[in-house]
């Protein structure tokens, strides 16, 4: 049995094991309530048999490969971060995975710049197009949409229903409406599972698939986690500790969560979480404000913040032991730059110190750390960490008394928004 794929330990910080184990009873009190929830589909999603679905977003994704350039995700929130983040950690840093093609992202902002210039972009390129909205009508997604539609509509005449899919809900929405009505293949968001929640469903698969990723793999490290953090014993979860110490320090006074992590491609996977966790807590004026830092890049840019300014963070470490790729220090004869006691290393090895550096600096700075450590960056242990992040994220918001399934905020953001596009149809004053 593989046990501890997520390793959660406290580096320094006035916390100790028998004051998390303190929550225990807390813990499995909610573990138990927590299905009750409405939109925890999300929780027995990998347990179930996948097989058919992988089987469909297999054959959807080849033949996206093999008839198209680039394929352009339109979604927001939930509906694109997800895929971004897998997409980015995963692919190589400069062009694309062996077995992937180009994914790009539109309908995550309303800027008429970047669409204006995709549109320019894809013009050399075969093009599909997959939107994704649980609701069907969330206004940016809604908006690139109608571009996109009718762009495949000028360069593809009838053959552009083939390249549109279209990932809603089973039943309801004007997606759906718009989908049915033009013969458009659909994937079906499950109706109990939200926006932040529904990475491991056709949300994020299809996206991934196309980019190269290998979805069964990535599955069956989310299967490994809803299996090993189904235990609702505090002391043998550790998504459920790693909830237990965020929330610790919380009460401590604590106000923001610095995810921190030494690999870049792991820069939206940071953008996912901050969603997740944000969504999920910031609510009744309460919750932990979730950021996120890459280093070593971002010590040179906020690390004196961190070191020395207002003690308000604390910093969780994301470590993959093992990254795919590395390089040793060239010796150089001339050893101008004095770097030859560094020969034998490789980049990685000098990474996995400044790690090692940055834990100790700190805690001499006061900021508490929180580790999380991975055997490696691969589909697998990915899948595992997101399922992982998750379950802790829905257990947090329940320790902190909200609800992590809604977005109240959202929504009033929506209804602002739409109250003013319709009140002022034809003339718009900028505040
Ligand atoms: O987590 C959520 O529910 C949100 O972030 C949504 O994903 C986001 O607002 C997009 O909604 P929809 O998929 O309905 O267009």
Same mark, same amino acid.
């Given at each position: 049995m593989l046990k501890e794929i997520v390793k959660t330990t406290l580096l320094n910080c006035s916390l100790e094991d028998s004051d998390i184990l303190k929550y225990k009873n807390q813990v499995q009190d909610i573990h138990h309530v927590l299905p009750q929830y409405d939109l925890t589909g999300w929780m027995d999603t990998p347990l179930n048999d996948q097989s058919s679905l992988l089987n469909q977003i297999d054959q959807v994704a080849s033949e996206i490969r093999a008839c198209a350039d680039v394929l352009v995700v339109v979604g927001v929130g939930g509906s694109f971060l997800g895929a971004r983040a897998i997409q980015e950690a995963l692919k190589p840093y400069f062009g694309l995975a062996e077995d992937g093609i180009e994914v790009v992202y539109a309908g995550l902002n309303m800027s008429g710049a970047y669409i204006k210039e995709l549109l320019a972009y894809l013009d050399k390129k075969q093009v599909y197009v997959n939107v994704i909205s649980k609701s069907g009508g969330t206004m940016e997604p809604a908006l690139a949409f109608r571009v996109m539609r009718q762009y495949m509509e000028q360069r593809y005449? #009838? +053959?552009a229903a083939e390249r549109i899919i279209v990932t809603t809900?089973? #039943? +309801?929405g004007i997606l759906k409406g718009i989908a049915d009505k033009a013969n458009y293949r659909q994937f079906v968001i499950p109706n109990d599972v939200g926006g932040r929640y529904s990475v491991l469903t056709p949300v994020g698969l299809l996206p991934v698939a196309v980019a190269g990723v290998e979805i069964r793999a990535l599955m069956a490290g989310a299967t490994h986690a809803a299996q090993e953090l189904a235990d609702s014993d505090l002391a043998n979860n550790d998504a459920y500790k790693y909830a237990v110490m965020r929330h610790m320090l919380y009460e401590q006074g604590y106000k923001i969560e610095l995810l921190a992590s030494f690999e870049p491609g792991l820069n939206k996977f940071h953008e996912w979480w901050k969603q997740l966790f944000g969504e999920s807590e910031g609510k009744e004026q309460k919750g932990l404000y979730p950021s996120t830092v890459n280093f070593s890049t971002d010590l040179h840019a906020i690390g004196q913040f961190i070191q020395e300014g207002s003690p308000i963070m604390f910093e969780t470490l994301l470590h993959f032991h093992e990254i795919e790729g590395d390089l040793q220090v060239p010796f150089d004869a001339r050893d101008e730059d004095g770097l030859n006691y560094l020969s034998h290393r490789t980049f990685n090895e000098i990474n996995a110190i400044s790690k090692q550096g940055t834990a100790l600096a700190h805690a001499e700075g006061g900021v508490p750390v929180i580790q999380l450590e991975l055997p490696k960056l691969d589909e697998y242990h990915l899948g595992y960490l997101i399922y992982f992040f998750m379950k802790a994220c829905a257990m947090s918001a329940c320790l902190l008394g909200v609800n992590p399934f809604d977005q109240p905020g959202v929504e009033a953001y929506k209804r602002k928004m739409l109250e003013l596009l319709k009140e002022n149809k034809n003339e718009f004053t900028v505040i």
């Amino acid at each position: 049995m593989l046990k501890e794929i997520v390793k959660t330990t406290l580096l320094n910080c006035s916390l100790e094991d028998s004051d998390i184990l303190k929550y225990k009873n807390q813990v499995q009190d909610i573990h138990h309530v927590l299905p009750q929830y409405d939109l925890t589909g999300w929780m027995d999603t990998p347990l179930n048999d996948q097989s058919s679905l992988l089987n469909q977003i297999d054959q959807v994704a080849s033949e996206i490969r093999a008839c198209a350039d680039v394929l352009v995700v339109v979604g927001v929130g939930g509906s694109f971060l997800g895929a971004r983040a897998i997409q980015e950690a995963l692919k190589p840093y400069f062009g694309l995975a062996e077995d992937g093609i180009e994914v790009v992202y539109a309908g995550l902002n309303m800027s008429g710049a970047y669409i204006k210039e995709l549109l320019a972009y894809l013009d050399k390129k075969q093009v599909y197009v997959n939107v994704i909205s649980k609701s069907g009508g969330t206004m940016e997604p809604a908006l690139a949409f109608r571009v996109m539609r009718q762009y495949m509509e000028q360069r593809y005449g #009838e +053959k552009a229903a083939e390249r549109i899919i279209v990932t809603t809900d089973a #039943e +309801k929405g004007i997606l759906k409406g718009i989908a049915d009505k033009a013969n458009y293949r659909q994937f079906v968001i499950p109706n109990d599972v939200g926006g932040r929640y529904s990475v491991l469903t056709p949300v994020g698969l299809l996206p991934v698939a196309v980019a190269g990723v290998e979805i069964r793999a990535l599955m069956a490290g989310a299967t490994h986690a809803a299996q090993e953090l189904a235990d609702s014993d505090l002391a043998n979860n550790d998504a459920y500790k790693y909830a237990v110490m965020r929330h610790m320090l919380y009460e401590q006074g604590y106000k923001i969560e610095l995810l921190a992590s030494f690999e870049p491609g792991l820069n939206k996977f940071h953008e996912w979480w901050k969603q997740l966790f944000g969504e999920s807590e910031g609510k009744e004026q309460k919750g932990l404000y979730p950021s996120t830092v890459n280093f070593s890049t971002d010590l040179h840019a906020i690390g004196q913040f961190i070191q020395e300014g207002s003690p308000i963070m604390f910093e969780t470490l994301l470590h993959f032991h093992e990254i795919e790729g590395d390089l040793q220090v060239p010796f150089d004869a001339r050893d101008e730059d004095g770097l030859n006691y560094l020969s034998h290393r490789t980049f990685n090895e000098i990474n996995a110190i400044s790690k090692q550096g940055t834990a100790l600096a700190h805690a001499e700075g006061g900021v508490p750390v929180i580790q999380l450590e991975l055997p490696k960056l691969d589909e697998y242990h990915l899948g595992y960490l997101i399922y992982f992040f998750m379950k802790a994220c829905a257990m947090s918001a329940c320790l902190l008394g909200v609800n992590p399934f809604d977005q109240p905020g959202v929504e009033a953001y929506k209804r602002k928004m739409l109250e003013l596009l319709k009140e002022n149809k034809n003339e718009f004053t900028v505040i």
